[in-house]
């Protein structure tokens, strides 16, 4: 880890502002120091670090682009690009944290919630006092979230909440999550859940091979009483929970350049080390293969996610843009750890080096956020105006 080089084959830095430059510099120091050292120990145990929030919190990874006057970091989408691509060269479970946090919780809040709940919860979360969670998928309705049966009734002084979620980043220990349920019209609308309301429960889902250093698991609803005053009412109907995995997305599709990078810096480095029949396997025309198409498949991913990043900085960029780069980023990323891995040969599946856990974590990024077939529909629907989802 120490020696890690970012690639960065096609001068994208020039492209770069100063800003940028040194937030990334400090995400990446803080990788570094506080994320790399203890990250295999806590995906082996199946722990997720608690140490690292206030770090994360430092670094601006929780509200990035939310502005200052709530404790945000006030910075553009490239910087909340930047973060999430340093934080996930380290693991991508600690970048779902910041992301859940960033996109799904204090997004919607500051997107649809009421002055009150902004001043309530934004500064907390961006401090890491609080940590959120984003409860929109269910047992029965994962990618098709249209179908949720979670539901409220109006009881006149409160709502009362009943239903389950299922595969929810962070619930264990949530402070607040932000969920989706539709009203007596059956028209969706958000939530905030605290935790200690009576009935709301968060238990948590073991026994993943995937993203094991970020706690998973339900949040279950048994007549909650909600206050009236934790709806969210800027928004509602499925639009609300897609306008954040919109956020959510862009910076995956940069997280999971962080990721290929780890994997394609170690395998370079093992590669030139790596001795076999008398010559660095460096030397070996299908090594180099791997590690050509691995450097040209990442620079793509950083001109696509740049271009996705001024784009949204002006507001232009579209939902199905941004799938397209949250399928192509982490699909090539998988690809590299695939590849990465086996260049390492037998060291390849240990601990030792980080590109198995890579490797295993990307398996739950292509699935979450969009699995990377509805992502594929996504584009096709903007191509052809037909959506083939039903
Ligand atoms: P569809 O008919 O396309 O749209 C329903 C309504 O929503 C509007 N809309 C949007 N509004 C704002 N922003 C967007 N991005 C929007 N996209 C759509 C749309 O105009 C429509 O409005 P209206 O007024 O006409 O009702 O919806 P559909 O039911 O056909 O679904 C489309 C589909 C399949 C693409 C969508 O359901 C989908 O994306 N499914 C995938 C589900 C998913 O991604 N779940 C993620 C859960 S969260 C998570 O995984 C967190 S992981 C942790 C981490 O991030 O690290
Ligand atoms: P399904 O929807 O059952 O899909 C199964 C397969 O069918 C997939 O290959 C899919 O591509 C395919 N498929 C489905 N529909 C179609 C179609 N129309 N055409 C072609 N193929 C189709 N959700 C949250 O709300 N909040 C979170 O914080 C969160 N965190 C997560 C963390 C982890 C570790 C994981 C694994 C998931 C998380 N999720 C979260 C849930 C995630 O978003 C869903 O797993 C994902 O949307 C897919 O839903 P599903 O698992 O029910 O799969």
């Not at 709940?117 to 249209?146: I, R, V, Y």
């Not at 949720?148 to 009734?153: A, E």
């Given at each position: 880890?120490?020696?890690?080089?970012?690639?960065?084959?096609?001068?994208?830095?020039?492209?770069?502002?100063?800003?940028?430059?040194?937030?990334?510099?400090?995400?990446?120091?803080?990788?570094?120091?506080?994320?790399?050292?203890?990250?295999?120990?806590?995906?082996?145990?199946?722990?997720?670090?608690?140490?690292?929030?206030?770090?994360?919190?430092?670094?601006?990874?929780?509200?990035?682009?939310?502005?200052?006057?709530?404790?945000?970091?006030?910075?553009?989408?490239?910087?909340?690009?930047?973060?999430?691509?340093?934080?996930?060269?380290?693991?991508?479970?600690?970048?779902?944290?910041?992301?859940?946090?960033?996109?799904?919780?204090?997004?919607?809040?500051?997107?649809?919630?009421?002055?009150?709940?902004?001043?309530?919860?934004?500064?907390?979360?961006?401090?890491?006092?609080?940590?959120?969670?984003?409860?929109?998928?269910?047992?029965?309705?994962?990618?098709?979230?249209?179908?949720?049966?979670?539901?409220?009734?109006?009881?006149?002084?409160?709502?009362?909440?009943?239903?389950?979620?299922?595969?929810?980043?962070?619930?264990?220990?949530?402070?607040?999550?932000?969920?989706?349920?539709?009203?007596?019209?059956?028209?969706?609308?958000?939530?905030?859940?605290?935790?200690?309301?009576?009935?709301?429960?968060?238990?948590?889902?073991?026994?993943?091979?995937?993203?094991?250093?970020?706690?998973?698991?339900?949040?279950?609803?048994?007549?909650?009483?909600?206050?009236?005053?934790?709806?969210?009412?800027?928004?509602?109907?499925?639009?609300?929970?897609?306008?954040?995995?919109?956020?959510?997305r862009?910076g995956i599709a940069?997280g999971a350049?962080?990721?290929?990078?780890?994997?394609?810096?170690?395998?370079?480095?093992?590669?030139?080390?790596?001795?076999?029949?008398?010559?660095?396997?460096?030397?070996?025309?299908?090594?180099?293969?791997?590690?050509?198409?691995?450097?040209?498949?990442?620079?793509?991913?950083?001109?696509?996610?740049?271009?996705?990043?001024?784009?949204?900085?002006?507001?232009?960029?579209?939902?199905?843009?941004?799938?397209?780069?949250k399928?192509?980023?982490?699909?090539?990323?998988?690809?590299?750890?695939?590849?990465?891995?086996?260049?390492?040969?037998?060291?390849?599946?240990?601990?030792?080096?980080?590109?198995?856990?890579?490797?295993?974590?990307?398996?739950?990024?292509?699935?979450?956020e969009?699995?990377?077939?509805?992502?594929?529909?996504?584009?096709?629907?903007?191509?052809?105006?037909?959506?083939?989802?039903?």
């Amino acid at each position: 880890q120490d020696t890690f080089q970012a690639p960065d084959y096609y001068n994208i830095d020039d492209l770069l502002t100063e800003e940028h430059r040194l937030v990334r510099q400090a995400a990446r120091d803080w990788v570094k120091r506080d994320v790399s050292p203890i990250i295999e120990e806590a995906a082996q145990k199946a722990e997720f670090p608690k140490s690292i929030i206030k770090g994360l919190s430092e670094i601006g990874a929780f509200g990035p682009y939310i502005p200052e006057e709530y404790g945000g970091a006030g910075l553009d989408q490239i910087s909340y690009g930047l973060i999430m691509q340093e934080i996930e060269r380290g693991d991508s479970g600690v970048r779902s944290t910041a992301s859940v946090q960033s996109s799904l919780v204090m997004f919607p809040i500051y997107a649809y919630g009421t002055d009150e709940q902004k001043k309530k919860f934004l500064p907390k979360l961006a401090s890491g006092e609080f940590m959120g969670a984003f409860g929109l998928t269910e047992p029965d309705h994962g990618s098709n979230p249209s179908g949720m049966t979670s539901n409220y009734k109006d009881k006149g002084n409160h709502y009362l909440l009943n239903g389950a979620k299922m595969w929810i980043s962070n619930a264990p220990f949530c402070d607040i999550a932000v969920v989706w349920a539709k009203n007596e019209e059956g028209r969706i609308h958000g939530l905030i859940v605290e935790r200690g309301m009576e009935g709301f429960s968060t238990p948590e889902t073991h026994n993943k091979w995937s993203l094991r250093a970020s706690a998973t698991g339900e949040l279950i609803f048994d007549n909650v009483k909600v206050p009236k005053e934790n709806l969210l009412t800027g928004k509602s109907g499925l639009g609300a929970p897609l306008s954040c995995l919109d956020s959510a997305r862009f910076g995956i599709a940069w997280g999971a350049i962080g990721a290929a990078m780890d994997c394609y810096d170690t395998a370079l480095r093992y590669s030139k080390e790596r001795m076999q029949f008398d010559k660095p396997i460096a030397s070996f025309q299908l090594q180099q293969k791997k590690l050509a198409e691995m450097i040209t498949e990442i620079t793509k991913a950083q001109l696509l996610a740049l271009r996705l990043g001024q784009l949204k900085n002006e507001g232009k960029a579209t939902t199905a843009q941004i799938s397209m780069a949250k399928r192509n980023n982490v699909d090539m990323a998988i690809n590299i750890a695939r590849e990465a891995r086996q260049m390492l040969g037998g060291m390849g599946i240990t601990g030792e080096y980080s590109i198995m856990r890579h490797m295993m974590n990307l398996e739950s990024v292509i699935t979450y956020e969009g699995t990377h077939d509805i992502h594929l529909l996504i584009t096709g629907a903007d191509v052809t105006g037909i959506p083939a989802f039903k």
